[in-house]
């Protein structure tokens, strides 16, 4: 089991920025990747950024390219998620999330953090 704490999240001016982190703990040796995704209110979950452990390739969705950027620190099994020139779009529940093979979906989940923006 790998277990997750988001932090970080909070209220935020549009065009300000944030950081936010995910600490994993519990069997970090199993973790493939890490990802960001988010949850809007009536909305369904998107995808944000991931990373691999590994090699720290990175992925982020097209519309957040330029904004946000993920990052990662091994020795402390944490991910970043620098969110910059926020949008008041931006505003939901982010959460971090741990797959443990390439080829498997995100089994291991945050409890999320909330980011609001205001306009």
């Known amino acids: 089991q790998v277990q997750l704490v988001e932090s970080g999240g909070g209220l935020v001016q549009a065009g300000g920025s944030l950081r936010l982190s995910c600490a994993a703990s519990g069997r970090t040796d199993r973790i493939d990747a890490m990802a960001w995704f988010r949850q809007a209110p009536g909305k369904e979950r998107e995808s944000v950024a991931r990373?691999?452990?590994?090699?720290?390739?990175?992925y982020h969705t097209d519309s957040m390219k330029g904004r946000f950027t993920v990052s990662r620190d091994n020795a402390k099994n944490t991910v970043y998620l620098q969110m910059n020139n926020l949008k008041p779009e931006d505003t939901a529940v982010y959460f971090c999330?741990?797959?443990?093979?390439?080829?498997?979906?995100?089994?291991?989940w945050g409890p999320g953090t909330q980011v609001t923006v205001s306009s």
């Open positions: 990373i691999t452990w590994s090699s720290g390739m990175t």
């Open positions: 999330a741990v797959r443990s093979r390439s080829t498997s979906p995100f089994e291991y």
